[in-house]
């Protein structure tokens, strides 16, 4: 049974980082396409970074490249977010999400969901 459990959401200043992580079970993290959402109030759900299961690409939305990072720990089978110079534009609920054969950042590949957990950036 695939289960993923998102967690480091919090409220933090512009400028600030904050770090995401996404433990994941019941699979296998190198042999799924695995990816970071976000959605905002009154905005759907976008892609932020994904790691595509047909070749380990990895794939940023162009508004957080530069600031953002994704790895994983394939020991503990965690991903992370690494979000530096937040900007209150990045306020939303990120969710981790992964997929067997995923190979894009577009949410709708995406089968399995994480419960989310909010990043809120004050001005």
């Known amino acids: 049974d695939v289960q993923l459990q998102a967690s480091g959401g919090g409220l933090v200043q512009a400028g600030g980082s904050l770090r995401l992580s996404c433990a994941a079970s019941g699979f296998t993290l190198d042999k799924y396409a695995i990816g970071w959402f976000r959605q905002a109030p009154g905005k759907e759900r976008e892609g932020v970074v994904c790691?595509?299961?047909?070749?380990?690409?990895?794939s940023y939305a162009d508004s957080v490249k530069g600031r953002f990072t994704i790895s994983s720990d394939n020991a503990k089978n965690t991903v992370y977010l690494q979000m530096n110079s937040l900007k209150p534009e990045d306020t939303a609920v990120y969710y981790c999400?992964?997929?067997?054969?995923?190979?894009?950042?577009?949410?709708?590949?995406?089968?399995?969901w994480g419960q989310g957990t909010l990043v809120t950036v004050s001005s």
């Open positions: 790691i595509s299961s047909l070749d380990g690409r990895i």
């Open positions: 999400a992964t997929d067997r054969l995923a190979t894009t950042c577009l949410a709708y590949e995406y089968d399995d």
